[in-house]
């Protein structure tokens, strides 16, 4: 009996108490600290991420971060903020202790006003729960003062006491970070790994405030330096630059609009200028760097006709909203935040994307023609003249063997060759169609000058060339045209024979239920068949046969997933793309000089001719200047 008793015991199940409640007591406070540092402080980048923002509202002007093993070791932050005085140093490592809330005038606190990057009062003491920390600051003030440090051990404070400091800021010092707690220090990745999230972290944060000088080094490797940028879109384009690339600046596009009190600004790449990853794509809220769902939706929408769905364009936007219509208060670490009014919100990211887009024009990537350039170099050529120096400073030995040529002298058979060159008249059954020539005008695409393999159109302009796609180009401006119809008037339907039953869950058939007219206008019709099925009766007729549960299952999850449906619009255009491609000017075409012209013409007129359907580019352009370098005149 007492064994089956023990048994009983053993197998119970937890939080039970003989039949009564769970007891409800008191973590003490070592626990309590260790808890949040899990929620805020997962690994080094989130450290030091923390402690960069605590030196943004500091007011600094100059951060410098210096990490050892991927921050896991150590790593210090040091700014030339306004400093601590002692009382402050004691405050700071007190969990919910802040300076960045202000009391209102009832004496209560606003958590809808955010205006600082850090509000909690968390960071400090959860770090100083699970590693050693060491705080040296010296306040800003006219009068001379002294530093002071502080140092938390584990959760042991020690100090303030007089320390050496010059200048004023503060420098805090993380060593040992998760000692205290060894199973979450099991779970870090590599130094490298961890190197590069301290990275990403740091260059999302200097893209926020350009205004500030940022210095990120690595075991004694300065890996980031970037100085104060004016404080103005010319200074916020160079910091963008200087961490998503040089060539980002010549191919970005100002970003300006603004609804219902929303002001959005930043700068997006041309659709020619794109990757295989999302990974160049930002969002900033009130200049704070945050993830959300909402920019992937919007920039898949702006650029949804100008990329194939497996490339990506870079953008970095920046959303000034008032603090109460946005929530930042959702995330431990304030990576994610909560709009008041998504949905407006997204309106304008997509809607200043595609102006930006529209207002471009025929305009393409630099870096297309940067890579042209480079590959017409000699130093590209896999075939190096004899008479071109291999190496800087070598040039090959005469051959003592061989007499040189009279510079009088006439190559043999070069001048009758010539002359016969001269005397021809009668031209070859092969002619080339005679291109009239067009007097050079201030046109951006110039005149055309020749056809070449009945492909490629080349034109002269007023400070260089430029070689055209014709096959893509006359497909962008055939696409454009069905675009522009398919927005004036209703897309045609076809009814189904026999209506189609689709089975979806409720929650799907309560996300499409509202939607259910937008559908219609796009030849989709729909209505709602019980709780948990959706009633097809009609499919767009450009799509012939369509596998119909596939298409309102990709409708349901783009709802899921960014809010918005895509999915049917961006197959309604891959048709207007397909009959776009199969209509133009097809590659083997031989053209005349007026309908070439005719072409360059109508891309100079019609937006978005800069890249075709697919995101690749319509033409090239090589400066004058440029291709003078390829020859050695300059």
């Not at 700071?92 to 809808?112: C, F, I, Q, W």
Request: aromatic share 4%; hydrophobic share 40%.
């Amino acid at each position: 009996m007492t064994n089956r008793t023990v048994q009983h015991s053993k197998n119970s199940a937890p939080n039970q108490n003989n039949g009564h409640a769970p007891r409800i007591h008191r973590l003490p406070p070592g626990a309590v600290n260790r808890i949040a540092a899990g929620e805020v402080i997962e690994r080094p980048a989130a450290a030091v991420k923390e402690l960069v923002e605590n030196a943004l509202d500091a007011g600094a002007s100059r951060i410098d971060i210096e990490i050892t093993h991927g921050g896991k070791s150590r790593l210090v932050v040091t700014d030339d903020g306004c400093g601590m005085s002692p009382e402050e140093l004691q405050l700071a490592v007190e969990r919910h202790a802040t300076s960045k809330l202000k009391p209102a005038n009832d004496g209560d606190y606003d958590l809808m006003n955010i205006a600082t990057m850090g509000f909690r009062g968390e960071a400090l003491p959860s770090i100083g729960a699970v590693a050693r920390l060491t705080m040296t600051s010296r306040p800003q003030s006219d009068a001379p003062v002294d530093g002071w440090a502080l140092s938390v051990e584990g959760g042991a404070l020690s100090g303030p006491s007089p320390a050496a400091f010059g200048g004023h800021g503060t420098r805090i010092e993380v060593r040992d970070l998760f000692y205290a707690t060894p199973a979450r220090l099991k779970f870090l990745k590599s130094d490298q790994a961890e190197t590069t999230a301290i990275g990403e972290a740091v260059r999302r944060l200097a893209m926020a405030r350009h205004d500030v000088a940022f210095t990120l080094t690595s075991s004694g490797r300065k890996i980031l330096n970037l100085a104060a940028e004016t404080p103005d879109e010319d200074g916020r384009l160079k910091r963008l630059s200087a961490i998503m690339g040089r060539d980002f600046a010549e191919n970005a596009l100002a970003i300006d609009a603004e609804r219902d009190n929303a002001h959005v600004s930043g700068f997006a790449g041309l659709p020619t200028f794109n990757r295989g990853l999302p990974d160049k794509q930002f969002l900033f809220v009130n200049g704070r760097p945050v993830r959300d769902k909402l920019i992937v939706g919007a920039v898949r929408g702006a650029y949804a006709d100008f990329l194939a769905r497996d490339r990506h364009p870079a953008v970095a936007l920046f959303l000034d909203i008032p603090a109460e219509l946005v929530d930042v208060n959702v995330h431990p670490a304030k990576t994610e935040v909560r709009f008041r009014d998504a949905g407006s919100v997204r309106g304008l990211l997509v809607s200043a994307l595609r102006h930006a887009l529209a207002a471009a024009g025929h305009r393409a990537s630099t870096t297309v023609s940067n890579y042209a350039l480079g590959r017409m170099s000699p130093q590209s050529s896999e075939n190096v003249s004899p008479f071109m120096p291999q190496s800087k400073g070598y040039s090959p030995a005469p051959n003592p063997f061989q007499r040189p040529a009279p510079l009088a002298e006439p190559m043999s058979g070069l001048s009758d060759a010539q002359r016969a060159f001269d005397e021809t008249s009668v031209p070859s059954a092969r002619t080339e169609p005679e291109i009239p020539q067009t007097p050079l005008t201030d046109k951006p695409l110039g005149a055309a000058r020749a056809q070449l393999h009945e492909t490629y159109i080349v034109a002269q302009t007023q400070d260089g060339l430029v070689i055209v796609d014709q096959h893509a180009a006359h497909e962008r401006l055939v696409y454009e045209k069905m675009k522009t119809a398919l927005a004036e008037g209703s897309v045609a339907s076809q009814g189904l024979l026999l209506p189609e039953i689709v089975d979806l869950t409720a929650d799907e058939v309560a996300r499409l239920e509202p939607r259910l007219d937008e559908f219609a206008g796009l030849g989709l019709v729909m209505e709602r068949f019980g709780d948990d099925a959706i009633m097809v009766r009609e499919t767009p007729a450009m799509l012939g046969e369509v596998d119909i549960k596939g298409l309102v299952q990709s409708l349901c999850d783009d709802l899921s997933a960014i809010g918005e449906s895509l999915a049917l619009k961006e197959r309604l255009e891959e048709v207007c793309s397909s009959m776009a491609c199969h209509g133009s000017i097809r590659s083997g075409r031989r053209l005349t000089g007026d309908e070439m012209n005719a072409l360059l013409r109508q891309m100079e007129a019609t937006p978005h001719s800069g890249q075709c359907n697919h995101g690749r580019p319509t033409y090239v352009e090589l400066k004058l200047a440029d291709i003078e370098r390829l020859f050695g005149r300059r």
